[in-house]
């Protein structure tokens, strides 16, 4: 099972830009299904952008389509998130994900692994 480190948070002002990693440990990486979620305080976590295991296939939340792009690099073993334009409204502790289903998953209770999170803090 791999462990992730998400790195790359701080703050920004509104219109800013962020890129965050998240590295990944272990040999297989490249099988995981990824996925980046934020969680703002008092509201529960919520999906942000996923990437299929090969980089085939990519989802957003229509909150940050557009503005929002995730990728990957499988000998690096990392998966990254650059955000762009951003809002007040994006400001959370964002986390990355990793399970084993072969598709795009949305849903928090399908992933098996999670990291510490990194805070994102966008003034206004």
């Known amino acids: 099972q791999v462990q992730l480190v998400e790195s790359g948070g701080g703050l920004v002002q509104t219109g800013g830009s962020l890129r965050l990693s998240c590295a990944a440990s272990g040999r297989t990486f490249s099988s995981y299904t990824m996925g980046w979620f934020r969680q703002a305080p008092g509201k529960e976590r919520e999906f942000v952008a996923a990437?299929?295991?090969?980089?085939?296939?990519?989802y957003y939340a229509g909150s940050v389509k557009g503005r929002f792009t995730i990728s990957r690099d499988n000998a690096k073993n990392t998966v990254y998130l650059q955000m762009n334009n951003l809002k007040p409204e994006d400001a959370a502790v964002y986390y990355c994900g990793a399970n084993r289903i072969q598709n795009i998953v949305i849903a928090t209770t399908l992933y098996d692994v999670w990291g510490q999170g990194t805070q994102v803090t966008v003034s206004s």
């Open positions: 990437i299929t295991s090969s980089g085939s296939k990519t």
